[in-house]
């Protein structure tokens, strides 16, 4: 299972490009039985391409009640991305400005040897762009609207999208 953490600004580094999640970071409470019973069971090197980072050390933990392990992230590391957040915003930020392209939008990271390929960036914005049109319609439909009656003010209130689309657990 993976948990995100909030990394302060002032995070630690390790040389260069380099960051480590702080053990006192390491969330204590696990989510499956609520006990304060998550230890540390090591670290492991993640690539985190972006401006800052090159690479991170993130944190495992293991609640032995559960047997479970959870390895910790940072919130701007996608579990299985090899590029940060910042990384893909950039990108996405690049992209918007007249007269860009997949070329132009590339953006810039640490470590010039592990840029984005263009067709990785189109990648993304194929997924951002999919992404808010499955939000939109699930919106569309949650409030019961029809393409006969659009709506005049469309606010977003987060509660009640957590309330109207709650999360659905996946299973084959």
Request: aromatic fraction near 8%.
């Amino acid at each position: 299972m993976v948990l995100f953490i909030e990394l302060p600004e002032t995070e630690k580094q390790d040389g260069p490009w380099v960051a480590r999640i702080p053990l006192e970071l390491l969330p204590r409470r696990c989510p499956f039985c609520g006990e304060r019973t998550i230890i540390g069971h090591g670290t492991r090197l993640k690539q985190a391409h972006d401006r800052r980072h090159k690479q991170i050390w993130i944190r495992r933990g293991l609640c032995r009640p559960c047997q479970k392990t959870f390895t910790v992230l940072p919130d701007w590391s996608p579990p299985s991305g090899h590029y940060s957040l910042h990384c893909r915003q950039q990108a996405w930020d690049l992209l918007r400005q007249a007269g860009s392209n997949w070329e132009r939008s590339v953006p810039d990271i640490a470590d010039a040897t592990r840029s984005p390929e263009p067709s990785t960036v189109r990648r993304w914005a194929e997924r951002l762009i999919h992404l808010g049109t499955l939000l939109g319609t699930k919106l569309w439909q949650a409030n019961g609207w029809s393409a006969s009656t659009r709506p005049t003010i469309l606010a977003w209130d987060w509660t009640a999208i957590r309330r109207i689309l709650p999360l659905e657990a996946r299973s084959p």
